[in-house]
C-alpha cells in the first residue's frame, strides 16, 4: 500500500532513473549543431582532446555528453546511422554499470559505441561480449569505422587464433569476443609460464549482449581446461550393455530399479535398483561375488553406472545432443545451438558415446575452471543489454550487483499478443497450429513458430510436409544457414520454424532483407536495375504489412518466461504490426510437471471435448505461475553454484596472484630459501617431536628420508651419539647449513640466473599439479558434502571449513615438492631449463582441452583414471605414506582423504 503510494507521488525506479537521464539526453543534443559544423579532422582529434582533459583531472562521467555527442555524428558521417534519443539513454545506463533492456530492433549494437568509446578514452581496454562468434566478427567489422575515425583500434577474437594475433587483438582499446573466449583465456593466461605468454590486459569494463542469456542461462555451466586422462573406454561400453536392464519406478513406492527427477534432470537408483545391478555387475565379472557396489574400493565403478543410468535415462537424442560424423554433439538447450568440441563432464560424454555406439574419447581431468559469475565479476564495471531481463532483475541485483532499467521504445509496440490456446493433448495442438498457418498464407503474413526442441521442431516439420506446406527449418543442426533463413524470414508467407530464437542476433525484417536482395545483384547492375529490386522489396514490406505484420506461434511454453518474451520479441520491431499466440497442450513438458493436474480439473469443469481449446486468463496465469515456480528453483540452484564457488574462487585468486608474481620474480633465492626451512622444520618435527623423550625419536628413518627426498647426507644419529645434549632445534639448523651448502654449490655451477629461471619453472609446474589434485579432491568434497546435513551441521559451513584445511595442505606439499625437485635435479645449463621448459609447454598444449562443464545441481566430478578396484592393501592411518615423504599416512596424503 505504501509502496504504491510512493510509487504513484515520485514515479518507480525506473522512472525516476529515465527522467535523469532525459536531462543528459538534452545536454547531449545540445552539442550536435556544434558536432556538425567541425570537419572529418577537428572531430577525429576530440579524442585526444578527451583524454588531455582526463588526464587533468576531469572525469568520464563529466565528459560523457560532448563524447556521446562526438560519437552521434561520427556513426552519422561513417554509417549514415544517427542514434536515437532512446539509444543515447542505453548508453548511459551501460556506462553506469547497469543493465539495459532495450526490445528486439532498437539497435543494441549501435548503443554500445557510446559507453565503449567513453571508457576507451581512459586506455585501459573495453570488453564487448557476444554470444556467438558470428556475431563478435560481424558487429566489429560494422562498427569499426566510428572507431577509427575517433583514432581507436578494434581487435576481435575467436578460437583458434594464433597467439601472437590474440595478443595483438586484447591490445587495442576495444575488443569483441564470445564469453567463452574471454572466460577460457583469461584461464589459459593463469597456466602462462612467463608474461611474455599471456594475452589479455586487466579486465576492465564489459559490455555484455544478450546479457540474460549468459549471466543467467549459462551462470551454471563452468568453463573447464582439461587434459586427457587414461582410457577406461571397454568399462564404459560393458556397464553401457547392463543399463538397458534396469526398469524405471513408473510411480513412487511403485517397482522399478531407478527413478527419474524431471526437475533436478537427475536418475537415481531404488533400493531394488542396486541389488539388481550388482547382480548384473557379478555377472559381467566387474564386481566379486558378494561385494556391496557401496564399498569404497568400488567408487569408479559406481561412477560409472551413475554415468550410464544418467545417460540412458535424463539425456536424448536430438534433445540434449545430436550425433554428427560418429561424434555426440552437445546442443546448448537456451539457442538450440551444436556445440563442437564441447564435452560433458563426469563421464556423462563418454557413457552417452558408448550408449550411441560411437567412438569412445578418453575422460578429462580437470586442469582450470571457473564459472561465468566469478568471472564477469572481476571486472573493475560491467554492463549488458538485452530485450528481456526484467523477469530475471532480482537475480541480476542479488549476484551481479546490477540493475535493470527498461528503456521505452523509439516507436510504440503495436504488436498484438493473444492469450493461450491449451489443448488437451498434443495432436489437437499441432492441428491447430498447422490451421493457423494455413490462414497466414492465405493472407501472405509471415509465419515464425517457435520450437523449444531438435525434436519437436523436426516432428512439426515433418507435420507441415505431409500438409504440403513450404517451410524452412532453422535448428542446431542447419545453423550454417541461419543468416540466409532468417533474410527470408519475413517474405510474404514465408514459414519458418526455429528451435529456441533466443540469441540468434539478426532482425527479420518484414518484406525480406533488402541488403540480401541488393548482394544478389551482379556487379555491373545498373541504377535502374537497383532502383527496381528496391522497389520490389517496397511491395513486398507493405504486403507484409497490410497482412498483419510477421505472426509469432510459441508450440511449447518454456520454462522461463523470458524466453517465450525473446520469441515474441522476434515480432513488432520498430513500430511494426504483428500478432504472437501460443498452443499448449497438457502433455507439454512444462505442463505435464508442473501444471497438469490444476488445468485438467478446470478444464473437466469448463466441460471440455478433445479437439477443443480453451482460451482463460485463469488457464494463462496457472502457467505463469509454473514458470515463475521454476525460474525460482533455478535461481536457487544457481545461488547455491555461487556460495560454493566462492570458496573456490577465494583459493583461485589467491593461486593465481601468487603464480602471477612468480611469474614477475628475477630472483627466487629467498622464496626457495623460506620454502626450504619450512619444509626441513615440518620434517625434523615428524621424526624428532618437539619437547619429546629421546627414545620417541627416529633419527635414522630422518636421514633416510633427507638421503632419498633432498640428496642430503645428514648423520642425525652420529650427532646424537656424540652429543647426549642435541636439541632438536639445534639438528634442524645443521640439517639447514648442510642444505644450504649443497643449494649454493648447484647455484654456483649453474649460475644464479639459470638458476633462478629453473626455480620458476620447477614452482609454476608444481603449483599447478597440485592445483589440479586440489581441484578434484575439491570436487569431491563437493559430491557428497550435503551429507553433513544429516549430522545436523551446515554443509555449507562444513565445506567451507575442509576446503581450507584441503588448501593449507596443498600448499604444504607445493613446498616440499618444490624443494625435493630443486635438491634432487641436476641443472648444468640454460640450455638444460629452456629444454625442459619446451618440453612442458608442448606436452601441456597438446593435451589442453576446452570444455563447459555439465551443472545440474552439483559440481562437476574429476574424470577418474581406469582402474575402478582397488587391488593393493589398504594404507592404515598410521603407516608411512607411500608417497616417499616419512610421514605417517593421516599426517601427509591421508589428510587429504
Not at 70 to 82: F, H, I, M
Not at 652 to 679: F, K
Not at 695 to 711: G, I, R, T
Request: with cysteine; proline share 3%.
Amino acid at each position: 500500500m505504501l509502496n504504491t503510494l510512493i510509487k504513484k507521488m515520485f514515479g518507480s525506479r525506473n522512472e525516476r532513473t529515465l527522467r535523469r537521464m532525459e536531462k543528459a539526453v538534452m545536454a547531449i543534443n545540445a552539442f550536435e549543431a556544434q558536432m556538425q559544423a567541425l570537419t572529418d579532422a577537428e572531430l577525429a582529434a576530440k579524442t585526444q582532446h578527451f583524454k588531455a582533459r582526463l588526464a587533468e583531472g576531469e572525469s568520464l562521467d563529466e565528459m560523457l555528453a560532448e563524447a556521446f555527442a562526438t560519437v552521434r555524428e561520427v556513426s552519422v558521417r561513417t554509417l549514415g546511422l544517427r542514434h536515437f534519443d532512446v539509444q543515447l539513454i542505453g548508453g548511459m545506463v551501460l556506462h553506469e554499470g547497469n543493465i539495459a533492456e532495450m526490445r528486439t530492433g532498437e539497435g543494441k549494437t549501435l548503443v554500445a559505441t557510446l559507453p565503449a568509446y567513453l571508457n576507451a578514452i581512459a586506455g585501459r581496454g573495453v570488453h564487448i561480449v557476444t554470444v556467438n562468434d558470428y556475431l563478435a566478427k560481424r558487429d566489429s567489422q560494422w562498427m569499426k569505422p566510428i572507431f577509427e575515425f575517433l583514432g581507436l583500434s578494434v581487435g576481435v577474437i575467436f578460437p583458434d587464433m594464433s597467439h601472437s594475433a590474440k595478443q595483438e587483438a586484447y591490445r587495442c582499446d576495444i575488443v569483441y569476443g564470445t564469453n567463452n573466449e574471454y572466460g577460457f583465456d583469461y584461464l589459459r593466461d593463469n597456466m602462462a609460464f612467463s608474461l611474455e605468454d599471456k594475452v589479455q590486459r586487466e579486465l576492465n569494463f564489459a559490455i555484455v549482449d544478450e546479457v540474460d542469456s549468459i549471466l543467467i542461462d549459462e551462470a551454471r555451466t563452468p568453463l573447464i581446461i582439461s587434459g586427457a586422462a587414461e582410457d577406461s573406454s571397454e568399462l564404459y561400453i560393458k556397464i553401457n550393455s547392463l543399463i538397458p536392464h534396469l526398469k524405471k519406478q513408473e510411480e513412487e513406492g511403485g517397482e522399478g530399479d531407478f527413478t527419474v527427477d524431471e526437475k533436478q534432470k537427475q536418475a537415481h537408483l531404488t533400493d531394488a535398483g542396486h541389488q539388481h545391478i550388482e547382480e548384473l555387475l557379478v555377472k559381467a565379472k566387474l564386481l566379486d561375488q558378494g561385494e556391496s557396489l557401496y564399498h569404497a574400493s568400488n567408487i569408479i565403478l559406481m561412477h560409472h553406472v551413475n554415468a550410464a543410468l544418467k545417460a540412458h535415462a535424463m539425456f536424448h537424442r536430438d534433445v540434449d545432443y545430436i550425433v554428427k560424423d560418429g561424434q555426440v554433439v552437445i546442443v546448448d538447450e537456451h539457442t538450440g545451438r551444436t556445440m563442437p568440441g564441447r564435452r560433458w563432464s563426469e563421464g556423462l560424454h563418454q557413457a552417452v558415446e558408448a550408449k550411441e555406439g560411437v567412438s569412445i574419447q578418453n575422460e578429462n581431468q580437470t586442469l582450470a575452471s571457473i564459472t561465468f559469475q566469478n568471472f564477469f565479476r572481476m571486472y573493475n564495471k560491467l554492463s549488458g543489454m538485452t530485450g528481456t531481463a526484467d523477469t530475471e532483475a532480482y537475480e541480476l541485483q542479488q549476484i551481479y550487483n546490477l540493475d535493470v532499467v527498461v528503456i521505452p521504445t523509439n516507436k510504440p509496440m503495436v504488436r498484438k499478443d493473444e492469450s493461450d490456446l491449451v489443448y488437451l493433448t498434443q495432436k489437437d495442438k499441432f492441428q491447430a497450429i498447422i490451421a493457423d498457418i494455413r490462414e497466414c498464407i492465405a493472407r501472405k503474413q509471415p509465419v515464425l513458430v517457435g520450437t523449444v526442441s531438435i525434436e519437436a521442431s523436426e516432428f512439426l516439420s515433418q507435420f507441415l510436409k505431409k500438409e504440403n506446406i513450404k517451410h524452412q527449418v532453422l535448428n542446431a543442426k542447419f545453423h550454417e544457414k541461419e543468416a540466409q533463413i532468417i533474410a527470408e524470414a519475413g517474405r510474404p508467407g514465408a514459414v519458418t520454424i526455429a528451435t529456441n530464437m533466443a540469441g540468434r542476433g539478426t532482425d527479420i525484417v518484414l518484406g525480406g532483407s533488402l541488403s540480401s536482395d541488393l548482394a544478389q545483384l551482379p556487379e555491373t547492375a545498373t541504377p535502374e536495375e537497383i532502383e527496381a529490386a528496391k522497389q520490389l522489396w517496397q511491395k513486398r514490406h507493405d504486403e507484409v504489412l497490410a497482412a498483419g505484420g510477421l505472426r509469432i506461434i510459441g508450440s511449447e511454453r518454456h520454462e522461463s518466461r523470458r524466453i517465450d518474451n525473446q520469441l515474441r520479441g522476434r515480432s513488432g520491431r520498430q513500430g511494426d504490426v504483428g500478432s504472437s499466440r501460443f498452443y499448449l497442450s497438457l502433455e507439454d513438458n512444462l505442463m505435464r510437471i508442473f501444471a497438469s493436474e490444476r488445468v485438467a480439473s478446470m478444464m473437466r469443469r469448463l466441460g471440455m471435448k478433445p479437439g477443443e481449446p480453451i482460451e482463460h486468463s485463469l488457464v494463462t496465469k496457472a502457467i505463469e505461475n509454473a514458470q515463475r515456480k521454476l525460474e525460482g528453483h533455478h535461481f536457487d540452484v544457481r545461488k547455491q553454484l555461487l556460495d560454493y564457488d566462492n570458496v573456490a574462487n577465494d583459493q583461485r585468486q589467491v593461486i593465481y596472484t601468487q603464480r602471477a608474481s612468480i611469474m614477475e620474480m628475477t630472483d627466487t633465492e629467498e622464496m626457495i630459501s623460506t620454502m626450504r626451512e619450512e619444509v626441513i622444520s615440518n620434517l625434523v618435527d615428524t621424526y624428532i617431536p618437539p619437547q619429546s623423550l629421546e627414545d620417541q625419536w627416529d633419527p635414522k628413518a630422518l636421514s633416510d628420508v633427507l638421503m632419498d627426498e633432498f640428496k642430503i647426507k645428514a648423520p642425525v644419529l652420529e650427532w646424537i651419539e656424540e652429543d647426549h645434549h642435541i636439541q632438536p632445534e639445534q639438528i634442524k639448523e645443521r640439517i639447514l647449513e648442510l642444505a644450504a651448502q649443497k643449494y649454493n654449490e648447484k647455484v654456483k655451477q649453474a649460475g644464479r640466473a639459470t638458476m633462478s629461471q629453473f626455480e620458476k619453472s620447477v614452482i609454476l609446474q608444481t603449483l599447478d599439479n597440485q592445483w589440479r589434485e586440489h581441484l578434484a579432491v575439491m570436487d569431491q568434497l563437493r559430491q557428497g558434502i550435503h551429507l553433513r546435513g544429516y549430522a545436523q551441521k551446515d554443509p555449507k559451513q562444513e565445506y567451507k571449513k575442509e576446503a581450507f584445511t584441503l588448501f593449507t595442505t596443498m600448499l604444504d606439499n607445493l613446498k616440499y615438492d618444490v624443494i625435493r625437485l630443486i635438491s634432487s635435479v641436476e641443472i648444468q645449463t640454460e640450455e638444460d631449463v629452456n629444454a625442459v621448459e619446451e618440453q612442458r609447454r608442448a606436452e601441456q598444449v597438446s593435451k589442453m582441452n576446452l570444455q563447459h562443464g555439465n551443472y545440474t545441481e552439483e559440481n562437476e566430478e574429476e574424470a577418474q583414471p581406469q582402474t575402478y578396484k582397488r587391488q593393493e592393501k589398504k594404507i592404515g592411518r598410521n603407516d608411512p605414506c607411500p608417497c616417499g615423504s616419512g610421514k605417517k599416512y593421516k599426517a601427509c596424503h591421508g589428510s587429504l582423504a
